[in-house]
């Protein structure tokens, strides 16, 4: 028995998107991207694994709906293609809500605007669990890794945007049920930029913090960061891509996971240039230099 799961909605809207017209190649590349988006966020929840190709999608489609009034937009619903564990027509919601979270998680950090995953996700799953419906648990180090493989996905969803400027925002609405959700961060030509230029900094910069997510395949990661109280993507630099600095990343982030705090565990110091987008907003860390130990630099 087939299911509907959650319905999303992409729309542009400014220059002639407000008459709807849009340019067609690029609009044609944007869905491109909501698709894969769409599809590599329901295989991991549904699946508990990240695929790279958006055909690959297993235990659910996703089906495009015929046009409405308005504004420039595509409809389309994630569609359950069989019974998901013991999910029945009276517990899609839990599960349709926790695609809907995490894909406004991938948007939002894609687009330069921090969620915190366990808060959000948090709630749902104490409700679930409340209501005795199980729900698949989404882990820090998977949804950054999602994000990592959606990149070029939310760049190309901006096409109409700064190639034809045919339109000048998109945004991305939700339907569960009779619940109407959105996703609270427009594509823009700042968003566009944000994501498309990056700046890396002249100087190595002294941080504290504690590995929230690592993949040990692209050396790339997010650390919570004292300075700028909240995570922040990292990638470790060539140089210290050894075994030592990977077992002092694997145990910093297992003490944050274990939340070990006392005697400042799990605590490491670490040089890092910063890279920033062309407004100046920090995107992410190259560490260089990585302790479990204070670490003296001139600045």
């Known amino acids: ?145 999602l994000i990592e493989k959606c990149n070029t996905a939310m760049h190309e969803m901006h096409r109409p945007i700064y190639k034809s400027e045919t339109a000048s925002r998109a945004d991305v609405l939700a339907a569960i049920g009779s619940q109407k959700l959105s996703i609270n961060v427009p594509f823009t030509l700042d968003s566009w930029g944000y994501i498309h230029e990056t700046r890396t900094s002249d100087k190595q910069e002294l941080l504290i913090g504690r590995v929230s997510s690592y993949n040990s395949n692209t050396f790339k990661g997010r650390i919570y960061v004292e300075k700028f109280g909240r995570p922040v993507s990292f990638e470790l630099s060539k140089e210290v891509r050894d075994q030592k600095t990977i077992e002092l990343i694997t145990t910093s982030l297992q003490t944050n996971a274990l939340r070990m705090y006392s005697e400042n565990k799990g605590l490491v110091y670490f040089l890092a240039y910063s890279r920033t987008s062309r407004s100046g907003q920090l995107k992410s860390l190259l560490i260089t230099q990585i302790s479990e130990n204070p670490i003296n630099h001139q600045a």
């Open 1 to 145: 028995m087939n299911t509907d799961l959650v319905r999303f909605t992409l729309s542009f809207s400014g220059e002639l998107a407000d008459e709807q017209r849009i340019e067609m190649y690029d609009v044609s590349q944007a869905l491109i991207g909501f698709q894969r988006s769409l599809a590599l966020t329901t295989h991991l929840v549904l699946n508990q694994e990240i695929i790279t190709q958006a055909p690959s999608l297993k235990g659910a489609v996703i089906h495009a709906l015929p046009p409405t009034e308005g504004r420039w937009k595509i409809n389309t619903v994630v569609v359950l293609t069989g019974l998901y564990g013991l999910t029945t027509l009276d517990n899609t919601s839990p599960l349709g809500h926790l695609v809907f979270s995490l894909y406004d998680y991938v948007v939002s950090e894609s687009l330069g605007v921090h969620v915190d995953l366990n808060k959000s996700l948090g709630e749902l799953y104490e409700e679930a669990q409340k209501n005795k419906q199980p729900l698949p648990e989404i882990k820090q180090h998977q949804a950054d890794s």
